[in-house]
């Protein structure tokens, strides 16, 4: 090190003066600590979400609440496009839960069918069943008390206590109407 110093001292020292044949440096003791790193999340911080629904722990219901199988008619179909008897599928399917006589479990005030719409990779996702045409149906629905059937599903709860969800639809056409089926990868 201290040979390296004195090269370097005398490549800076111009021509004119002498440089000094024996330089000598004190080495430092102390050692090097980095800084130690301040570590920041870059999402911010969840903030709990107030529901407004009352807790019912006690309406479990297992057999009205299966999907029911809800079919469109030829004739309630004719002169539909594909995104059309999507809609009135998912409208029928929703419509079963937004009933009087379905339990609280998972009984719905109120929902909308925000948007559907064809998925161009569709057909090469790893989705089951295949139907005859296939949709994405992004849907709304009101829920009424926790817990329900509802809150297994992936989305967002608005501060309304609406849950903002979609799903993959695979719809089948036979002789006598239309019928649809979720699809999961």
């Known amino acids: 090190m201290v040979a390296l110093v004195v090269i370097i001292l005398a490549s800076c020292v111009p021509a004119t003066e002498v440089a000094p044949t024996k330089t000598i440096v004190p080495l430092s003791t102390s050692t090097f600590t980095p ?69 609280d479990w998972c009984r719905i005030d109120g929902y909308k069918i925000d948007k559907i719409y ?28 926790i817990p329900n059937m509802w809150m297994s599903l992936a989305g967002e709860i608005d501060h309304q206590n609406w849950l903002h969800t979609g799903a993959n639809l695979a719809i ?12 999961y990868p």
Not at 118 to 144: C, H, N, T, W
Not at 172 to 183: E, I, L, P, R, V
């Open 118 to 145: 064809y998925d161009e990779r569709a057909p090469y996702l790893p989705l089951e069943p295949k139907g005859d045409f296939m949709r994405v149906v992004q849907y709304s629905i009101k829920l009424i008390q």
């Open 35 to 103: 800084p130690t790193p301040t570590i920041e999340s870059l999402q911010p911080l969840a903030t709990p979400t107030d529901f407004q629904l009352p807790f019912n722990d006690k309406n479990v219901e297992s057999e009205y609440c299966q999907y029911p199988l809800v079919k469109l008619s030829v004739s309630d179909a004719q002169g539909l496009s594909d995104d059309e008897i999507a809609v009135k599928l998912m409208d029928l399917h929703l419509a079963y839960f937004n009933a009087p006589q379905a339990p």
């Open 172 to 183: 089948f056409h036979s002789t006598d109407g239309y019928t649809m089926k979720f699809a």
